[in-house]
């Protein structure tokens, strides 16, 4: 079974950085796409970044410049670097693989909390 376990949750003032994690594991070879999205309370799921198979990346208007998509095939991990982290980016983050066009799979999600 394929699992993606995302880690580097937590509460930071604004204006700080934190760096989230996502592995995957079990049977799976390559991954088409990474994908992070987030979710706050009573707000729609949006996606936030991905990063193909080619290395190419997109962000939602609302992280461009403070947010970056990367990661390590090797490792099968996709990390999510946040900087100048304002109370807005408060949500549960989600990371997700596409192996395919017609597979997804998800992580269970990292709570992200940025107060002062």
């Known amino acids: 079974q394929v699992q993606l376990v995302e880690s580097g949750g937590g509460l930071v003032q604004p204006g700080g950085s934190l760096r989230l994690s996502c592995a995957a594991s079990?049977?799976?070879?390559?991954?088409?796409?990474w994908n992070w999205y987030r979710q706050a309370p009573g707000k729609q799921r949006d996606l936030v970044a991905t990063i193909t198979s080619a290395g190419s990346t997109n962000y939602a208007d609302s992280v461009k410049g403070r947010f970056t998509i990367s990661r390590d095939n090797a490792k099968n991990t996709v990390y999510l670097q946040m900087d100048s982290l304002k109370p807005e980016d408060t949500a549960v983050y989600y990371c997700?693989?596409?192996?395919?066009?017609?597979?997804?799979?998800w992580g269970q999600g990292t709570q992200v909390t940025v107060s002062s």
């Open positions: 079990g049977r799976i070879f390559s991954i088409d796409a």
């Open positions: 997700s693989a596409d192996p395919n066009v017609y597979i997804r799979y």
